[in-house]
């Protein structure tokens, strides 16, 4: 019961800390040189992800994402650097629904960087990888806690609808585990394939 208290006291601070930083982007002031403010991008994300487990059926689940996407130039610019190609600082407050082995839910957040490079007027190519804190319900041989770290790399492509929205379709690896705090912690891998609509700010 202690470690549940624990657990949520964790993700609500984590909420707020996301939630304050968000504030404090969108009120900021601009870049002077570009106009532009750090907050670029709100994407909605949904797809499909499965994963071997080791005694039970294949691990399943729809995971549901909400992505700020914020453009370090924004700051860098200020103190004279400048990075090549087109980079973004991505935050991810996500849920998921487990379908197999039984039904459950995940929740947590990703903290990501991505670089972009455009292939024409309309499509983009994007890698990313990234790393953040997981709270899962599947009970399993590999994982001893439901509070773990879940680490993505992937990739995708994007493509331009209209002025300001963008369509997107993905794949990620991820692994989860719980950074050797308990055993067990095998971890869990899952393929995961992504599509989602971005709204340029």
């Known amino acids: ?21 968000a504030e404090a982007v969108l009120a900021g ?20 992800a499965k994963g071997q487990l080791m005694d039970q059926p294949e691990y399943e689940l729809t995971p549901i994402i909400v992505r700020l996407s914020y453009d370090p130039d924004v700051w860098l610019h200020s103190v004279g650097l400048d990075m090549p190609g087109q980079w973004r600082l991505n935050v ?8 197999s082995p039984v039904s459950g839910q995940e929740y947590g957040c990703g903290f990501f960087v991505r670089w972009q490079y455009p292939m024409g007027k309309r499509f983009s190519a994007y890698l990313e990888g990234g790393t953040g804190p997981i709270h899962m319900t599947l009970d399993s041989v590999e994982q001893s806690t439901g509070f773990n770290f879940i680490d993505q790399a992937g990739m995708g492509v994007t493509m331009q ?24 912690n095998g971890g869990i891998e899952n393929d995961v394939l992504l599509l989602g609509l971005s709204y340029e700010l």
């Open 92 to 99: 991810e407050p996500f849920f998921s629904h487990t379908w």
């Open 161 to 184: 609808v209209c002025e300001k929205v963008r369509a997107e379709l993905g794949y990620r690896i991820r692994h989860v585990s719980n950074a050797g705090f308990k055993e067990r």
């Open 29 to 48: 002031p601009a870049n002077t040189e570009t106009g532009k403010t750090a907050l670029q991008e709100i994407t909605l994300l949904s797809g499909w």
């Open 1 to 21: 019961m202690a470690g549940k208290r624990m657990t949520a006291r964790a993700l609500m601070a984590g909420a707020a800390f996301l939630y304050g930083l």
